[in-house]
Structure formats: structure tokens, C-alpha cells
């Protein structure tokens, strides 16, 4: 297999989606002036409820919306905690994770008694089922929840940058205080922003678990945490953030490069951190010269 092949391709299509999911959903958050730090929450969560609105209603398709309505509800509560209360948007991000991994153990104990993983389920089953490039390829391609995926990264630079509901996010997310004074309901705008931005990184969430067919404990595997690596590279700017995991998926995906070429389980496991090693080195050498913006993590009085 090379590096070009078309397992390649779609494998790292098909990795790239929860990472590219969660990176513009933290760019949204992010460019309205709140800090995501509970990327890993919103994935976690969203798979489980995903997985379990689909074996509670043998549905798919409810399934999504179970997933979707939980990133949201998440991201809402954070959005109002830091808003309403002033909790410090780190904090709160934190304990959202903290609270998602918990409680997702917590919920496989409760309703399928284990605390490793759920039942299967199908999901959504379409194209061939076999283990050639094009295959695997295909499948990512037809995929429902890859098209909500792709629409949502295709329309985020979009929305953000040509509509008057982007002006008003990134406004609240330069100067709050300013966009206070001019008229904008910040607390208001800030919400909206999260309840896209926790839609958007559910998409991610959901694709994680539909791609395994079940669910399992900390299965997000800190692909947040790498997603808000890819926002501050990007320099909060959606199609950047999404291309930067298309590089960190790529580099997941090496590992079945190494299977196929018969390389030792150590080299594999390897390549395996290559995703986070990668990330903290560009971090490290670049993040300095990125700038922010100006209203992250400030009230609307300052």
C-alpha cells in the first residue's frame, strides 16, 4: 500500500471527520469570545446518545437528532453558565469533560450493564461492505452523517465571514463591550454561536460512533483536545482548523499503512501518537504568532 493509495484516502476521510468536527465547532465558540476547552465532552456525549437514541428507537435517523440535541443542550449550558454565572470558561470546560466521561460510563452501566461498551447497531449501512481502497472509500463518500459533515465545514467560512449572524459573532468575539454599546445582545449572540458550535462538533461525536457501530468508554480518545490544537493553528479559521485535522487524520491513519505492510505492533503503536506528538511541536513553534481574538474569554463589562 502507498501513501497515495485509495485506503489511504478514505481512511483518512473517514478519520479526519470527528477531528474537522470538532475543530470548527470550537472555532465557532472561540471566534464569539468563549472558550471551548470541553471539545472531548461534546464528542463523548454526543456518541453515546447517539448510540442510545438508535437501539431505545431502532432508528438511525433519531439516533442523529439524539446525538445533535445533546451537543447542543452541552454547549448551551456552557454558553450560560460562563454568561449568566461568569464561571471561568477553562473551568467549566474542564469539569464538562470530567462529567462526560463519567457520566457516559455511568449511562453504558446503567442501561446496558457494562462499562466498556454498548450493543452494536447498524446505523447507517450503505455501499460495499469489503476491505479494498475503493471500497472503504466509497462507503465514507455515502455516508449520511460524512455529507452532514462535509455541509457543515463547507458552510461554517460562509456563515462566518458573509452574513450578518457571523458579523455579530465575531464582533462579540473581538470587542463584547464595544458590541454591547453598539446594540448586540452578546449573552444572546454567544448562545447562538455555542448551540451551532455544539451542533457541529455533535456531527463529529455521532460519526465517531456510527463508524464503530456501538459505542465505548472514552471512545473520543482526546480527539477534542487535538481539535483545539488544530483551531489556535489555524488561527481560529474554519477552513484552516478543518485542513490542519485533515493532516493530524493522515497521520492516524499511517498505522494501516504499517498493518498492511506486516511492520511490528510496536513501530504501529508508534505511529499512533504521531497526531499528538505533531500537534504540541507545531504548538510549541508557532502558536506565539497567532493572534486571538481580542474578546476571548472577556465579559461583555470587561
Known amino acids: 500500500m502507498s501513501l497515495l493509495s485509495l485506503t489511504t484516502?478514505?481512511?483518512t476521510l473517514r478519520m479526519a471527520a470527528p477531528y474537522a468536527c470538532a475543530a470548527v465547532a470550537g472555532v465557532w465558540a472561540e471566534r464569539a469570545g468563549v472558550i471551548q476547552i470541553g471539545l472531548?465532552?461534546?464528542l463523548l456525549s454526543s456518541a453515546f446518545a447517539s448510540v442510545a437514541g438508535t437501539l431505545a428507537s431502532g432508528s438511525p435517523v433519531v439516533g442523529v437528532l439524539a446525538g445533535i440535541a445533546t451537543g447542543v443542550l452541552i454547549s448551551a449550558a456552557h454558553a450560560t453558565?460562563?454568561?449568566r454565572?461568569?464561571?471561568d470558561a477553562v473551568v467549566g470546560g474542564?469539569?464538562?469533560?470530567?462529567l462526560a466521561y463519567s457520566g457516559t460510563r455511568l449511562g453504558l452501566r446503567a442501561l446496558y450493564d457494562s462499562a466498556s461498551n454498548s450493543p452494536s447497531i447498524v446505523g447507517f449501512r450503505l455501499g460495499p461492505t469489503g476491505n479494498e481502497g475503493w471500497q472503504v472509500l466509497l462507503r465514507v463518500l455515502l455516508?449520511?452523517?460524512s455529507w452532514l459533515a462535509i455541509a457543515a465545514l463547507v458552510a461554517s467560512p460562509y456563515v462566518l465571514n458573509r452574513t450578518r449572524l457571523g458579523l455579530r459573532i465575531r464582533a462579540v468575539g473581538e470587542n463584547p463591550s464595544a458590541a454591547r454599546a453598539a446594540g448586540l445582545d452578546v449573552g444572546r449572540t454567544r448562545l447562538t454561536a455555542l448551540c451551532i458550535s455544539g451542533a457541529i462538533g455533535s456531527i463529529g461525536g455521532i460519526h465517531l460512533a456510527f463508524d464503530?457501530?456501538?459505542f465505548e468508554a472514552g471512545m473520543s480518545a482526546g480527539r477534542g483536545f487535538i481539535a483545539l490544537a488544530a483551531v489556535v493553528l489555524s488561527g481560529w479559521l474554519p477552513g484552516r482548523a478543518a485542513l490542519a485535522?485533515?493532516?493530524f487524520a493522515f497521520l492516524e491513519a499511517l498505522q494501516f499503512i504499517l498493518q498492511d505492510l506486516g511492520q511490528a505492533s510496536k513501530a504501529i503503536t508508534l505511529v499512533q501518537l504521531l497526531p499528538y506528538v505533531t500537534a504540541l511541536i507545531v504548538l510549541g513553534l508557532g502558536a506565539g504568532r497567532l493572534r486571538a481574538p481580542g474578546g476571548l474569554g472577556r465579559h461583555a463589562d470587561g
Do not use: K, M, Y
Not at 94 to 98: D, Q, R, S, T, V
Open 212 to 214: 464503530q457501530h456501538r
Open 9 to 11: 484516502v478514505g481512511e
Open 40 to 42: 472531548e465532552a461534546v
Open 81 to 83: 453558565l460562563v454568561h
Open 245 to 247: 485535522c485533515l493532516v
Open 85 to 87: 454565572t461568569r464561571l
Open 143 to 145: 455516508d449520511p452523517v
Open 94 to 98: 474542564i469539569a464538562w469533560n470530567l
